[in-house]
Each structure stands twice: as C-alpha cells, then as structure tokens.
C-alpha cells in the first residue's frame, strides 16, 4: 500500500489540472463574514456555511480574538476561548511539563483529533506516561504552529468519527492558515508581578502573491519562556543526623525536622543552619521554541488549484525534578555534598508537509487529491544527575532516550450535487484515505541504566547497594526499545439534503481497515430543522472509533513520580513485556464510541444563542493502570525471570465511561450611532463522566493476594474529576476610534484529586480541618481512610487595551489574571501532623500547589504588544 501513497505524491505534483473548487475539507479559510455570522468548514465536505446553520455544534475563533490578553501558547489560547476545552500545567511529569494534554467536552486528548486546513495532524512521539491529566495517552503540540500563521480555529464539538476517522470521539480541531496578502509582524513580552516568567516573543509573517490568485504566505516565530516558581523552603533535615554514640543517622524527611519544628533523626549537622532552603522549583518551565510554517496555494492552467502546507519547530525546554538531599541514599556527596536538583534537557522537533490539487469538474465531480506527512521526534538528557553505583566516577549528564512517530495520510475526496427535480439538489461525497504510521523508542546511554557496582560509601547504609541508574530514574536501556508500524485503508462516503427549506438533513459512513486490528465501520447522522422567528432545532448521533496510538503499544520506561505524597519509581512497561503479560497484560483493543447530541439555535439582529447537550458512552477506555506495588508481585515476577521491578503499570482498556454535558453560546453584536462597536459572548460547559465499568485485578496479580483493583480511585478521579465539571466565560469587546477594550472573564470550577492514601483517624483529624475533603475507607484498611481534595472554583479577569496609533502599528498591553488569584492550596504539612506521624500532601511544605489546576498558580502577569501590518 505504501506504492498507493507514493503514488497519491506524485498524481498531486503531475495529473492535468482542471478547475478551481475547494471540495470541502479544505474549504477556503478567507471566506468573508455574513450578516449572520463567520463561514465555516469543519464538520461537512459540501462547503462552507454560518455556525448557526449547522446541524452540529461548531465555534469559529479568529486569530484576534486567540491573542487577546496577550498570551503567547496557542492551547492557553483556546482553552479561555473554548469553554468545553481545557488543558492543565503538568508539574514535574517529564516532557509532559511542555505537551499540555488538551481536553474537549471531558474527555482525553486521545479522543481529540486535530486537522490543519482540514487535514490529520501527527500527534507527539511521546506516551504521557505522567502521574498528572493525560496520563497514558498521546496529544498533538499545539504549540508547534505559530499563531501568525493562523487565520482561524474551528472547533466542532461532537464525534466525527464516521467524517475524518480514528481519534475525533469527542469533536475536531481544525486550524486554518491564512492566507492573505501583506505582512505582519509583532513583538511581545509577558512578566508575572512575581517579578519571574519572563517571555519574549517575535515573529512575522508575510504573503505574496503569485499570479492573479495564488498566494504564499511564510511565517516565522521565536518564543523565550522564562521559568516560574511558586514552591517554599525545604524544612525537612538535610544531612545526616548524629546519635547518641556519635554514629550517622538518615535524615528525617518530615516537614521542620531540619529547623527545630518537629523533631529531627538525631543531632542536627551544624551545616543545616546556613542550608539555603530555597531548592524546590514549583510552577512552568523554562523553553525556548522556534517556528516556521508555509501556505501556499496556486492556480493551476484548466482551472485546478494546487495547494501545500507545513512547517518545522523546534522547543528546547528545561525541566527540573524534585531535589535529592545530601542524606539521601540517591546521593553522592562527594559530588554534591549539598545535594542537588537532576534537570531534564529536552528537544522537541516536528516536521510537517503537505501536497494537494483540487478541482470542481472531473467527469462531474468536485474532487481533491492529497497527501499528507508529519514526522515528531522527542530527545532528552539527564543533567546534573547522578548514577548512584558508579560513584564519584559518575557522569552528570546522561542521555536518557528518545522516541519518533512519523504518519503519511494520501486522500482522494470527490463531490457532486445531484438535481432531484426541486430548488435543493441532492449532495454527495465520497473518498478513500491510506494511512502509514511508524513508532519508534530508543535506548539511552549504558551509564543511564547499567549497575556501576559501587556500594554506598557512607552514611548509616554504608557497604549497602545503592539505587541503580541515573537520576531522577534509569534511562532507557535495551529492553525498552521499540519498533512498530501499522497502516490503515478507509472508503467514506456522505450525503446532505435540504428539505423543504426548512429541514436540513446528512448522513455519512465510513468503513476502515487496520493491520493491527482489523475493521472497523462507524456512522453519522445529523439535521437541523429551521422553526419560527430564527429559532432552529439541531441534533445528531455517531458512532466513533479510536485506535491504540502506536506509543500506547510500545512505550517503556521508568519514571520517577509522586504517589500520593511518596517518590517512587515507577515501571510502565508495553503490554507485550513479559512483565507486564505476567501481571495480567493483555493486547489493547481499539475505543468505541456513542455519542449523542441535541440542541438549538436562535438568532436575530446582532444576537445568536446556540444550547447543546450531548452524551458520550465510550467502551474500552485505554489508560495505564494502577501502580502494582507489593513485595509479592516483586518476588514473583523475580522468580520467572523479571527482576528490578520495585512497582509496575501497564496500558490497559480499563473502563467504559459515559460522559454527560451542556455548551452554552450566547453572543450579542452592536454599532452604536458615533460608531463604536460592542460585542460580548457568554459561554459555558458543563460536563460529568461516570463509569459504567471498571475492571477488577487482574488475575495474575490477585491470585497472588493483592487486592489493587487495575484502575484505581487515584485514576478514577484522573478520568472524573481532575478536569472542571463545569467552565464559564463572558468576553466584552469595546471598540471606539483607534481605542479597543477587551475584558474576559473566566470562571474554572471545582476539581478534585486524591491527596492521601491510609492516613489514621489520628492523622485525619490533623490534616483536614480547613480544607474541602471527602474520606473513603481505605482499600488496604478499613479503619484508616483515603482523602480526597476538593478544589474550588475561581474566576480569573483578563484585561487588554488596545490602540491603533497608526493605520500599520498597532500597541496594546494588558493584564492576565488582574486580581492575582490563586488555586486552593494542597493539604498543608504541620507540626501536628508530623506528631500525629503524617506530612500533608504538599511535599513536607515544599508544594503549595497540586499540577491538577486547571489555570496554573502562576499570579497575576502583565503584558505589552506592538504590531504591525502592510
């Protein structure tokens, strides 16, 4: 099938052109505005119509309106445009840290598919494999594209599955470039009033014409993100302590024990009263991105157009894990004797390109051929680390591995209007796609993960073994290496009738072939029915489709996370390692879905209001189980030949889930006399997801007495409850002479996370009081309980005045978050807990904040932007 590709490449360069026609997928993005509202494309191959028109819920988000407030990262962008799409700040969860997993409508970044002129994008190289939101899955780097480049994002809020195939459960994101002539440029810099998060960015774009109607247009961006920290001084012990006969001691790791608050583990070294505490870092990382990206489209003689698109980035990002103290057995003081931070060095790289012609008559047809490749690759080093067993010898730098998933996907999309005797002709479409996708993981460097065979020279575990590996966990050795591809052929075709004016109706199928998993056929149907006085009813139902990304098969690696509180590292192994299959690992089947959705729209002079509920039943959910800890499963996977595995998980179809919400849309549009303008946009989503099943333990695991269900109450809330239930914006827009004002406010609701696990009635009783819990009797203990951290919602304020000093510069600044609000604070560690034997769920103080915030915990920052356009 790979000659079908290549040939697709070289038809797209060579076949005799025809006549110029957009035949839907990618419709022209500078259709201009109606009186009823922006053209939109996403959703239907028959061309463009009004939001408001369509049988399902879509919204259209210009390049101005995602600036506003001065942000620079395209996914901050949408997620305080778009209230049913959000997307956290992981926290020390590895590149996760820089690939924000994005969510539409409650579920993962997995059931998100995301198009760039209606086109698949690849998604990243690398499996999240974070103890965070998006854990076990794949997501596309929004951030790889320059919002210069952009015209415009639409974003279909229901399964599309049946239209564009695997991934689009939960709706479609459909980035269109611009391509306009002239040239804009634009410089920013943002700073928190923390005085830290400094960022620059430039970045220009400029469109050519070439000939009478074709267009190239290449924009160029440079982003400088400086790093945030929001973490507290390190109270624990630092060094070794000293006992009574004068031997060491290991330190104490509560919260205080090094500052005379809560008792230490001996005497106290004297070093630690000129200790510089201030070692953690808590907030977003360093980065540094570079973009570039092209559109171009030319006619072509008999009328066809030619079209291509794509680019290349590169982001350089630093990531710092949690500090390893002087006393710890992780250490080697004799190359840091004050202990240390180990970084992640990380380079991220996309490549993308692709190749079209299109037409309005081939025997009839409307028709678009194309081909599309993208490539991601994912590199990172240990830095200022430390492999424990080859003591003061060890490097402090290690290459840690790497990984790369390429995906090349040639269509061919025909359609035609078909006259049935009445106003309204019947239209038709129909295509075929081949699809090839390459996943590969790479081993790191030998001292990453080999046993040094040096023992631990001093300390009170002197002549012991030390940890194995590079810090904060081993790099990847040779049995982690992966190779897989796959290809896919699908045949799809859909229909759409106007009905007696009023009635709006359109179907599609669409039937697809995996080398991995065989078939797969999924179905859509949709209408919209026009009433009275500009009020219309609109619904649909879909059948969806998900397959296993390929890093969801193949991904192994070690990490280090925090567990309720607790460092661990933590294997996750692919689902063909014979450790995984020997706790209970079997192949992953592909997600299915149900989606349904009802609504209605209603518009008049300068008002539109659109109301849609939708229900969402997936089966089959994939994720990465629960964290198997337990000497029993230890020994037993020693004793058949897999040895080194302290705790486990692996990806798994844990659950069925169904997912329940409303999108609310209100929007109101009006000139004054004197000229100015005013518009305002109330939006909201509410969502719940509940389980309908959850796998119980594994066989393997339970015969072995372990009761850890495989998909446990810390991912059950992952799924449920760790993204807001519920979001709300109101956008007003002033615009008067060259003066615009723009104010945005967005209300986050309530999220939750498990904070600790079998804590004591005693502990209990010292830690919460204060704080929004829900205790759970513990699995391991029914008299001690599991607590569950409510935190609440917030409304954020941004504010940004504009000016058009000239007819080519325009200056704005502005403030983001204005009134400084912060997330709830994690479960505080004290003095009472640690006497009632329990640090909090802060880290021993060092982590006010938990990484589950839907808007970080960054304050309040301030902005300045001057741009130009000719």
Known sequence: ????????????????????????????????????????????????????????????????????????????????????????????????????????????????????????????????????????????????????????????????????????????????????????????????????????????????????????????????????????????????????????????????????????????????????????????????????????????????????????????????????????????????????????????????????????????????????YGLSTVRTSYVDSVNVTLGAASPSRFYRGGSDFYQWTSNLDLTREVPLGDDQPLRIAFGAEYREEDYRLFSGAPDGYRNGGVLIPDGPNAGRPGPIGSQPGPSNGPDDRASIDRNSVAAYAEVEKQVFERLLLSGAVRHERYSDFGNTTNFKVAGRLGLFGGLALRGSYNTGFRAPALAQSGYNASNTLILNGTQAIVRVAAVDNPAARLAGATDLKPEKSRNVSVGAVFEAQGFTATLDAYRIKVRDRIAISSTFQDTRLTNFLAANGQSGFAALSFLTNAVDTQTQGIDLVVNYRHRFGDGSRFSGTLAGNYNKTRFDRIAGTPAPIAALGITTPLFDLTQQLRFSDSLPRDKVTLDLNYARGPFTLSVTNTRYGKVSTVALLNRTPAQVAALVPGYDVQQVPAASNAANSDIIQRFGAKVLTDVELGWQATPALRLSAGAQNLFDVYPDENIASTVAGVAAGTNGSDNAGTQPYNAISPFGFNGQSVFVRAGLAF
Request: hydrophobic fraction near 35%; include cysteine.
């Open 1 to 372: 099938m790979r000659s079908f590709a290549i040939a697709v490449s070289f038809a797209c360069a060579f076949s005799s052109p025809l006549s110029a026609q957009d035949a839907g997928q990618a419709a022209d993005p500078e259709e201009p505005d109606t009186e009823r509202g922006e053209i939109i494309v996403t959703g239907s191959r028959f061309g463009g119509r009004t939001a408001t028109q369509s049988s399902t819920p879509v919204d259209a988000i210009s390049r101005e309106e995602l600036q506003q407030s001065g942000r620079v990262d395209l996914i901050q962008m949408l997620k305080v445009q778009v209230p049913s799409f959000s997307a956290p700040r992981p926290l020390a969860s590895g590149v996760g840290d820089l690939i924000q997993p994005p969510s539409l409508r409650g579920l993962g970044a997995g059931e998100l598919l995301v198009l760039v002129n209606g086109k698949r994008r690849h998604t990243t190289a690398d499996l999240n494999s974070s103890n965070g939101i998006g854990r076990g899955d794949v997501a596309v780097d929004f951030n790889a594209i320059p919002t210069l480049a952009l015209s415009r994002i639409e974003v279909l809020r229901d399964g599309a599955a049946a239209q564009y195939g695997s991934d689009a459960i939960s709706g479609v994101i459909n980035m269109i470039l611009d391509r306009s002539i002239g040239t804009h440029a634009q410089a920013s810099y943002v700073q928190t009033t923390e005085g830290d998060g400094d960022t620059y960015e430039v970045s220009a774009s400029t469109g050519v014409r070439l000939g009478e109607e074709g267009v190239f247009r290449l924009t160029a961006a440079y982003q400088d993100r400086g790093g945030t920290n929001r973490a507290r001084p390190d109270t624990r012990q630092q060094y070794f302590g000293l006992n009574a006969a004068g031997r060491p001691v290991a330190p104490s790791a509560n919260y205080g024990s090094g500052v005379g608050l809560t008792p230490s583990n001996g005497a106290l070294d004297p070093r630690e009263a000129g200790f510089d505490r201030n070692v953690f870092q808590q907030g977003d990382q360093p980065s540094r991105n570079y973009q570039l990206f092209y559109n171009l489209v030319a006619p072509m003689a008999g009328g066809a157009e030619l079209y291509s698109f794509g680019g290349y980035n590169r982001l350089n990002g630093d990531i710092r894990y949690l500090f390893r103290r002087a006393g710890q057995d992780e250490t080697v003081r004799a190359l840091y004797p004050d202990g240390y931070s180990p970084g992640l060095a990380t380079r991220f790289e996309n490549v993308s390109t692709a190749l079209g012609l299109r037409g309005d008559d081939m025997a009839g047809f409307a028709w678009d051929l194309s081909t599309a």
